[in-house]
């Protein structure tokens, strides 16, 4: 072949791999299309080798039933429960999110910039008055906990509880009388607080004194503000939410989701931690957890998959928790030994509260019935964070 054909063919087949290459990457892109559809609509068939593979199930049933099937037969040995506010709200206590009946549809009476800024650390340096005001309204002590904080007490006395996560600052969780090194509070509580300005650590009584005192919790070591432990916007979480998930999760069998949106990160990050063998079991009234477009483009698949022809290991319960937890007592046959639980447990805190009353006597605490309280919410329905 003579030079001059030579140099008539390169353009030819350079033109020929660019041509080629295109077709590619136009095939790539439609291809991760029809994966979106398929994944998210299950519209079409399958378009990898892989999904066309029998999905290997964790345990052979994934309906609520089955789940209860296994656990009565074989049991779980390392569980971590995750929870939101939808576990209290049967207590009276609102949740945050719900339209209507939710915490942030319900703060126009304190003028604020936005419903968020109640919990924003900028605003609350500027004027804390309105948090102080709506802390008088949820101050633990005014509530009782629910069947569904007393599941999670019940897992502990069976030996079954690796470690208990929460998004809440009602420290309902302390009052059931589950340990506090098993309870990591994501969010922090209203348990310790500490001057904003010198660091000074004031004890719970002491704020709930000045509170319901009506007056702006004072420093009286500097007059600095002293706000509770609680996580605003704009703050670090606790050291054990990042430090403990490693050794919770090493062996975690079983990962009870209940009463959360699983939309503020990183509390709702913790699913991703458990291995693919662990099973996680979510009791919500709403179906959260599931992947948007972006995520079903991550192969690991680490959203929840309980609706999904993929699934291999997720069980949801949709409905109100205290419903959830009743129902999964009652099949694992432990209903007796909850509501015994439940009915001495809620003996003990009926007995301290002539106690308390007689501390606080001479203070207006108008919300520190847990029965007018209780009346006073029969309407709220129960919700996710």
Known sequence: ?????????????????????????????????????????NLGGSTDAKADLKVEKVIPNLSFEGFADHWRE???????????????????????????????????KYKLPHPTAIFDLDYFEKNPAPFFALA??????????????????????????????????DTLDRLTGLPEDKIIEAHGSFHTNHCQKCRREYDMAWMKAEIFADRLPKCEQCKGVVKPDIVFFGENLPERFYTSPDEDFQDCDLLIIMGTSLEVQPFASLVQRPGPRCLRLLINRDPVGQASFVPWMDPHERSLLYDKPNNTRDVAYLGDCDSGVLALA???????????????????????????????????????????????????????L
């Open 1 to 41: 072949m003579s030079e001059s054909e030579k140099k008539e063919e390169k353009p030819t087949t350079h033109s020929n791999s660019s041509s080629s290459d295109e077709e590619e990457g136009s095939d790539a892109t439609m291809d991760m299309i029809r994966r979106f559809f398929a994944h998210t609509l």
């Open 330 to 384: 009652k099949a694992l046959g432990w209903e007796d030994e909850l509501q015994q639980l439940i009915t001495s447990e809620k003996e003990k805190l009926n007995a301290n509260q002539p106690q308390k009353k007689n501390k606080e006597k001479g203070n207006d605490k108008p919300h520190s019935d847990p029965d007018d309280t209780a009346s006073s919410s029969e309407t709220k329905k129960d919700a996710s």
């Open 136 to 169: 008088k309204e949820l101050y633990p002590g005014s509530f009782i906990p629910t069947p569904a904080h007393y599941f999670v007490r019940l897992l502990n006395d069976k030996g079954l509880l690796q470690r208990h996560y929460t998004q809440n600052i």
């Open 74 to 108: 074989h049991g779980f040995r390392n569980i971590v429960t995750m929870v939101g506010a939808g576990i209290s709200t049967s207590a009276g206590i609102p949740d945050f999110r719900s339209p209507g009946s939710g915490l942030y549809s319900n703060l126009k």
